[in-house]
């Protein structure tokens, strides 16, 4: 009879020893290539940053331009129906462009008293339906009318202007970035500063006494 043999290790392949394999990749980042990373990361950040800045003020620049714009026309048909420029009231109160008696729910100067609103003919300001409204820098519009005579940091009477003035009295915020005057004068409005405020001239007007000025 014939015997045959097979070994177990004719047919079974001996496994490697994965000791012995050695490593060809590698494990992580070094500290070096981490900070250099982050560093990068800080760079894009502050970059993404100061664009998102950037853009955020053009656009409230262009919604101050608007309403200088607005309030400007406003005026001038109140002008030209009542024969005068609104007097002065306080920040945040309706000189008469939005409401005939506007004026009366804040401050406002006595001569208001003494006229004559018949020939009113508004809402000179229709697209401000919601009232006398902030800036867009968040802080109020306040329309001053100075008197022949008055001049104070370049603002001189007789002469109406809209300034811009902080969200409280005595206070800073609300009010656009430090540059905001220059680019108004590079823009060509005409514009004055003082005390944390920015004033825009509205309209020019000589033999008139009914002005006032807070």
């Known amino acids: 009879m014939l015997w045959v043999y097979f070994s177990s290790n004719t047919f079974l392949a001996k496994p490697p020893n ?27 950040a502050s970059i993404a940053l100061v664009y998102a800045k950037n853009v955020r003020h053009k656009a409230l620049m262009a919604l101050f331009y608007s309403d200088i714009r607005q309030v400007k026309i406003a005026a001038n048909r109140f002008q030209q129906d009542m024969g005068f420029y609104p007097p002065d009231v306080w920040r945040g109160v309706d000189p008469g462009l939005i409401e005939k008696y506007g004026w009366r729910d804040g ?3 006595s001569k208001w ?11 000179y300001l229709e697209n401000w339906k919601k009232g006398w409204k902030r800036n867009p820098f968040g802080g109020l519009y306040d329309w001053d009318n100075y ?6 940091m370049g603002i001189t009477g007789p002469a109406a ?6 969200s409280e009295w005595g206070g800073t915020t609300g009010l656009p970035l ?10 060509g409005v005409d514009v ?13 007007y000589h033999n008139q006494d009914l002005s006032g000025g807070h």
């Not at 008293?113 to 809402?123: A, R, T, V």
């Not at 430090?178 to 823009?187: K, Q, T």
């Not at 005390?195 to 309209?203: I, N």
Request: hydrophobic residues 40%; charged residues 20%; aromatic residues 10%.
């Open 18 to 44: 994965t000791a012995s394999v050695k490593k060809t990749g590698r494990g992580g980042f070094t500290l070096l290539e981490l900070i250099v990373a982050f560093m990068v990361l800080a760079v894009l």
């Open 107 to 109: 401050g406002h100067s």
């Open 113 to 123: 008293d003494q006229l004559d609103l018949s020939n009113w003919n508004g809402p």
């Open 147 to 152: 008197e022949e005579g008055y001049s104070h």
């Open 161 to 166: 202007y809209l300034t811009l003035k902080p």
């Open 178 to 187: 430090p540059l905001f005057e220059d680019e108004l004068e590079a823009a």
């Open 192 to 204: 004055s500063s003082w005390a944390y405020c920015v004033a825009v001239k509205m309209g020019e």
